[in-house]
């Protein structure tokens, strides 16, 4: 499983996984009850790999956020949704010092602890971490390989041009 499989869909609590596309419609299981349902195309859905958080200075994949608050918990829960906003904001700015208080709202980090600490329950987190290693790894190559092949085309001879 990768983070593009995991959905947060607008109105409705909790994760969901990817399943299948319908017609009109998005299916999605319920990563804790296991229930399917349709997410029709009215309904925002996101998939945890589109979101982002923003910073002073640019946006912050949310999967970056996910590791630096595993890394600095070392692989435990995170603060409840339920603790103070000021025990959240203070564990955020831990976690991200540079985000954007002013963009970022309480019920953003409530939302983040939430979905981290669930992902965490289910032990599903260092296997979605595992994966986006992986896939930062293929990428990093690929561009590697990309600019390699490119300083190579440069190195070539130029070509006689008759005009």
């Known amino acids: ?22 017609r009109n419609s998005v299916i999605v299981e319920n990563l804790e009850t296991g229930k399917r349902i349709s997410a029709f195309t009215t309904e925002r859905v996101s998939s945890l790999e589109e979101i982002s958080i923003f910073t002073e200075n640019e946006d912050i994949p949310l999967t970056e956020v996910f590791k630096n608050i595993s890394d600095k918990l070392e692989g435990k829960e995170a603060p409840g949704p339920k603790s103070s906003s000021d025990e959240l904001k203070t564990f955020f700015t831990e976690v991200l010092p540079d985000y954007n208080e002013e963009r970022v709202y309480v019920s953003d980090i409530r939302k983040i602890v939430l979905w ?36 190579s085309e440069e190195k070539r001879p130029a070509e006689n041009k008759e005009e």
């Open 1 to 22: 499983m990768e983070f593009k499989d995991i959905m947060a869909i607008s109105g409705k609590p909790g994760l969901y996984k990817f399943v299948a596309q319908g």
């Open 116 to 151: 981290y600490n669930l992902l965490q329950r289910l032990n599903l987190l260092n296997e979605l971490m595992e994966a986006l290693g992986k896939d930062v790894e293929s990428k990093a190559e690929e561009k590697a390989d990309a600019k390699a092949e490119d300083e």
